[in-house]
């Protein structure tokens, strides 16, 4: 059983910071896997925030590219995503994804909320 655990979401003033934190359970070999990060505000889409391979190569949204860093730590089975000099447009559900290689499943937490806003 798979399961992402997000933590670290709340409520943080515009030019602020979080990190938010999604711990791995249920897989092996966690360092083959490609994370990722996405987020969805209220009345859109899903959209990518970042993602990082088993590589450590990173890709980033424009929204979130200079001001998000996303890493992961293997022996934790841990993902992060710092998020520096917030506005109000990074409000949203932020959830963790793991992408399983050759099979090309995806399992999902059930998400953090970010709010910002003074």
């Known amino acids: 059983q798979v399961q992402l655990v997000e933590s670290g979401g709340g409520l943080v003033q515009p030019g602020g910071s979080l990190r938010l934190s999604c711990a791995a359970s249920?897989?092996?070999?966690?360092?083959?896997?490609?994370m990722g990060w996405y987020r969805q505000a209220p009345g859109k889409t899903r959209e990518l925030v970042a993602t990082?391979?088993?590589?450590?190569?990173?890709n980033y949204a424009d929204s979130a590219k200079g001001r998000f860093t996303i890493s992961r730590d293997n022996a934790k089975m841990t993902v992060y995503l710092q998020m520096n000099n917030l506005k109000p447009e990074d409000t949203a559900d932020y959830y963790c994804?793991?992408?399983?290689?050759?099979?090309?499943?995806?399992?999902w937490g059930k998400g953090t909320l970010v709010t910002v806003s003074s």
């Open positions: 994804n793991l992408r399983v290689p050759v099979a090309g499943l995806d399992y």
């Open positions: 249920g897989v092996s070999i966690f360092l083959i896997y490609t």
């Open positions: 990082i391979t088993s590589e450590d190569d990173t």
